[in-house]
């Protein structure tokens, strides 16, 4: 009789760069009570939503139900060069797209019902229903560069309300009884900027950083990572050292051994139906900063969760296929003229088909304006 052997988990207590880390492998039983010993409960959380609480739908459908495919296959050479202006400058590449890109150029005078219909229909993260219903108790509040009228409707749907989110917000005026946008923002919600707003937020509620937690994947930058008691969600590269949990699982359910306090999710946790929600990985760090080695592990776990997740989103209920033309459906029902919308885009947007680097460069000029005077604030 062959006896299967017990699966194991991996726990590790990171000492820092110098003096390297412990590897525990550990039965699930173990493995959930370990962690336990090196989590205290905060009183808020702080969470991301782009990349994080959901998995960049609505890029994609604007672009598949607004945009002519000419036009489309401008943003390709739009994010590409600005990503590399961004790197070598002080802008963020979110700043180029989502506050200069987007409401300027895409979305000017196209009406705000087709975007908030984007959102309704744009995919959450897997397990992120069930990670937002378990840590509901700590009014989680949410930070994203995602235009509102997107990020309210993944609120709605994760039974959030306006009250859990500060969002990047773009100027909109009245025209013929509906509401359109008018071009520049009104608030971008960058990685400094959710900073500032966390302290103000702490400061509201007379709380110290040892009763906060931030929670993300990398959407936010190192600088609020590393700046208050955080866990990072198969974090990126520069996260990784900066975050004092590192957390690897191939749902947001994964994070909920996180969230057991005094063994209160313990029956979920240990149950059959929570076994494929187990992370795989669990690094607490005491000091910031990691070895190679342990680096190079988590890249590993890193690439495994992620071929996971992306084997659930293809085969989920809801194929992006059918969204898209859900939303064409509902527009298409609506008051509003989506072929006319998607010709204002198109002839706004045609000057610059055969010359794009001009379309980087007007961007640039205009961001770096714009950011200049938005850091002012």
Partial sequence: MIVEEEKKYLFILNHGPDDGFEEYSLSKNDFIRMIA?????????FLGLGDFLEIGDY????????????????????????????????IPFSFFKLAVYYPDFLLKDVPVECISTIGKKAR?????????????????????????????????RLGLGKANLIATEYKKAISNNREIYTGDIVKFISGNRRSIEIEKKMAEADLNENEILYVGRGEAGA????????????????????????LYGASLESLLV?????????????????????????????????????????????QMQENIIGIRIEHSEDSYGSLEREINVMLGASAINI?????LIYSRLQKYIEDPQSLVKDIYARALERYKNFCAV
Avoid: W
């Fill in 258 to 302: 996180l969230f057991n306090f005094n063994s209160g999710l313990d029956d979920y946790l240990l149950s059959e139906d929570y076994e494929e929600n187990l992370p795989s990985l669990v690094v607490f760090s005491k000091k910031k900063g990691k070895t190679p080695e342990l680096i190079e592990l988590e890249l590993e776990h890193r």
């Fill in 223 to 246: 600088n609020t990572f590393s700046s208050y008691k955080s866990v990072a969600f198969n974090p990126s590269l520069n996260i990784i050292s900066k975050s004092n949990f590192t």
């Fill in 124 to 156: 959450v993260f897997p397990g992120a229903e069930s990670f937002i219903g378990n840590i509901k108790k700590y009014e989680p509040l949410i930070f994203t560069a995602i235009p509102y009228e997107i990020s309210i409707e993944y609120m709605k």
């Fill in 339 to 343: 072929n006319h919308v998607r010709q």
């Fill in 37 to 45: 010993n090196y989590i205290t409960e905060p009183k808020k959380v």
């Fill in 59 to 90: 890029n994609n459908l604007i672009d598949a139900v607004l945009l002519d495919q000419d036009v489309a296959k401008l943003e390709g050479i739009l994010d590409k060069n600005n990503r590399k202006i961004s790197e070598d400058g002080d």
